[in-house]
């Protein structure tokens, strides 16, 4: 399933309370009717959802029409509909805007917050919230952060100027500063670069290092050290998933509250606020490609501690 235009043309649909309209291609097949293609399709939807969705005229073709469960499948077309998320969590957390412009948006992301739509989560994101806080249904994020971290996260404001703010990303030409909690382990020399190669996990969404040429580069410097407890300035070159997370466990000093590493934690249902990941993404800077002026956001967030003064 996609998400966005590209090769389907505009979406017919609009934002709608900072959710952007879904689609799903109708491939070759033989179903007999648009609705047996859609239980196969979605086989996590129940039957009568399906069915209450397409007579509230919910999915409609490109030309934005509405369809009928019970005509024939015709394949080869795009179909577009609101995803929907039962029973989503709430997070209790606000979302600050550190910085507004006709250009840029950004905010202190709180830890437990997505940064866009994605398996259990959509409107309680922070690219959802806002869209429709901020009124801005264009507003596209130019960077991810886990869920679990928190943080500066930044969003283009203007559809014009992504391609060349994303390409400050994709040419490396963005500092990023990250501090973390971990327990403090004797015998390394700070700082340290910890560079490795880092690859999904065969049938899982966690990473490991494995051999081969490094594709991963993170700058770790410490702080200090209190009651055990080290403070880290981590600074990643490169930009893998979970990669902060997996060098310091590798380093033998796994940030706190991690549920991912070194050792995968059982899935919870609900997620436990009181013991947010201590991972934070401190400050970005970069010089802005349409103004060219030095920008630095600063999260005004603490790791065990609340807010900076």
């Not at 029973?87 to 412009?101: C, I, N, S, T, W």
Request: with cysteine; proline share 10%.
């Amino acid at each position: 399933m996609e998400r966005h235009a590209g090769a389907a043309g505009a979406a017919p649909l609009p934002v709608r309370d900072g959710v952007a309209p879904s689609r799903v291609y109708l491939p070759d097949g033989s179903w007999p009717t648009l609705f047996d293609f859609l239980q196969e399709r979605f086989p996590h939807v129940p039957p009568d959802i399906l069915l209450a969705r397409l007579a509230r005229e919910d999915i409609v073709d490109q030309a934005g029409l509405p369809q009928r469960g019970d005509a024939p499948y015709e394949s080869g077309r795009w179909l577009w509909y609101y995803r929907e998320v039962p029973r989503e969590a709430q997070v209790p957390f606000d979302l600050p805007v550190l910085f507004r412009d006709e250009y840029l948006v950004a905010v202190d992301k709180p830890h437990f917050l997505a940064s866009t739509p994605g398996g259990r989560y959509l409107r309680e994101t922070a690219l959802v919230r806002l869209r429709h806080s901020l009124d801005m249904p264009w507003l596209t994020p130019l960077h991810r952060l886990d869920r679990e971290t928190a943080g500066v996260l930044l969003f283009c404001a203007h559809p014009a100027y992504r391609g060349a703010y994303q390409s400050l990303f994709q040419s490396r030409k963005v500092h990023k500063e990250y501090e973390a909690l971990a327990p403090w382990r004797p015998g390394i020399e700070f700082p340290t670069v910890r560079r490795s190669r880092l690859e999904q996990r065969p049938g899982h969404f966690t990473m490991h290092e494995v051999d081969g040429p490094a594709n991963s580069e993170t700058r770790i410097e410490l702080i200090r050290v209190t009651d055990g407890i080290g403070r880290f300035r981590l600074m990643p070159h490169t930009g893998r998933k979970h990669q902060l997370r997996v060098h310091m466990s590798a380093l033998g000093m796994p940030i706190c509250h991690d549920a991912f590493y070194p050792v995968l934690q059982p899935y919870a249902e609900e997620d436990d606020f009181s013991k947010p990941l201590q991972l934070l993404a401190r400050a970005i800077e970069f010089i802005d490609p349409v103004s060219g002026v030095r920008r630095r956001f600063e999260s005004r967030k603490a790791l065990e501690g609340g807010q900076t003064p």
